[in-house]
C-alpha cells in the first residue's frame, strides 16, 4: 500500500535534511511549527516515527534518554559528545564497517544485516574550552 503524501511529513523530512547536528522531536516541532504554526508536537512525533519506520531517516539512541534524528541513511557511525550531547557524523569509507560485519558474520551462524556503534569523546568544542 503506498503512503500518502503529507505535506507536514515532507517539510520534516526537509529540515532534517538541512541539519547535520542530529536533532531531536522537540528541536524538529520549534522549527517546523515556524512554518507550519498549527502542526502538533504529537503529529511531529508521529512522522518521524512513520520516516524512522519507513528507513527515510534514521532514530539514533545515544543513551540520553532522547531520540535523534539524522536524515543520512547511508552507513556511518557517530560520535556522542560526554560533556555537551552533541551527536557528530563520523566521516570514513565504509570499509572499517564492511571489515566489521565481516568478521562478526565468520564467527555467527546466523546473518549479521548491519550494526550500529557510537564512540563517546568530547567534541571540538567542548575540548576548545578545557
Known amino acids: 500500500m503506498a503512503l500518502k ?11 532534517l535534511m538541512t541539519r547535520k547536528d542530529h536533532p ?6 520549534m522549527n517546523v511549527k515556524r512554518e507550519y504554526p498549527n502542526i502538533s508536537l504529537g503529529t511531529v512525533y508521529r512522522n ?4 524512522a519506520n519507513l ?3 534514521q532514530r539514533l539512541q545515544v543513551g540520553d534518554g532522547i531520540d535523534h534524528f539524522d536524515a543520512d541513511t547511508s552507513r556511518h557511525y557517530h560520535v556522542v ?8 557524523d563520523l566521516a570514513m569509507d565504509s570499509t572499517p564497517y564492511d571489515e566489521l560485519t565481516n568478521t562478526v ?4 551462524e546466523g546473518i549479521i544485516e ?10 571540538g568544542n567542548c575540548h576548545k574550552k578545557l
Open 55 to 57: 528507513g527515510e531517516i
Open 24 to 29: 531531536t522531536a522537540d528541536v524538529v516541532y
Open 81 to 88: 559528545c560526554t560533556k555537551c550531547g552533541s551527536v557528530t
Open 105 to 108: 558474520n565468520a564467527d555467527f
Open 5 to 15: 503524501y503529507s505535506r507536514q511529513r515532507q517539510v520534516i523530512k526537509d529540515f
Open 114 to 123: 548491519g550494526h550500529v556503534t557510537y564512540f563517546y569523546g568530547i567534541c
Open 48 to 51: 518521524l516515527s512513520l520516516l
